[in-house]
């Protein structure tokens, strides 16, 4: 007679998105290692690695550059990637992003030294460099494509990972919706005027950055992405309705999702960005939280079936947080 046992999945999603954080920057350091070993032997002695706005003024042994490439392109990546899985790898989409985010920093650490040392073969000196500005966008091109691709590498979160199990908490608050009532709500959360300080003052150092080392194009490009990124991620519109939870960033993307399926519980909230979260925007907090947050104060709080939860700071939090509540109740 044989008796069936279940047994857990020794590969969870965590160990999965470890493992990757492992693997990628290894591997992209190891082919840059490799390359450079191709064509060392066309390489000056001494080789530029560091510049100031009159040319090269630091140099480094060829055969010691070999051990910078994998130095710089495996132990930030390692050390950035654990601590970030350690903080948020219970969600799918934080798994995603720190395996991304690791191989990308890999990418550009370990293919920005390779890069600044091909542009160097058949130099009889190392001084005769040039600058370095086209290695820093290939660099920083080739990191945002393959850690994008890397990121969908892991699995992210299924359905069953945060559905809720049970009915909404009674003491959690409701709205008095009829049965077949539709209600939606909808809020803008805008940063305050921090937010606009802080971005005046990057393209004030940016601008500077170029003026010293004459970088345009690199500059430009830093600011594209930077810029960009800083406010898609820093203006949100909240939305809860019939599918749930919506967080839209302000140029209708990113997008996030929480389905009514996966509210345990909405509560208010409050938060200081930086004592809980590290800052603002999009963030990863500590306790599985993630955080839409762009200022101190109220905040609509949403605990999920798997333990995280998703916080967004904005107004009227009350009354999103009963809608929520009331038609995910009304979902089960």
Known sequence: MSTAHEYPDRWSSQRK??????LWPLVITAAAVLWYLSFMSDLPEQLATHWSRRGPDGFTARESVPWVIAAMGLIVPWFTGALILAIGGRDGRHRRITVGFAAGLAVFTAGLMTLISWDQRGLADGSLARDTEWPLIAAMVAALLIGTAAAFTVPGHTEDDTRASGRVPSQAPRLDLGPEQRAAWSRVAVPGRWFWVFLVVMAGVLLGTA???????????MFAITGATALALSVFRVTVGESG?????????????LPLEDVVEARVTTVDPFSDFGGWGYRMGMHNRTGFVVRKGEALEVERGNGTS??????DAEEGAALLNTLADRNR
């Open 17 to 22: 998105a470890a493992l990757a954080v492992f």
């Open 211 to 221: 003026l010293l080392t004459g970088m345009w194009l690199f500059t430009a490009l």
């Open 245 to 257: 939870m919506v967080v839209t960033g302000s140029v209708g993307f990113p997008r996030w999702r």
């Open 310 to 315: 998703w916080v967004v700071t904005v107004d």
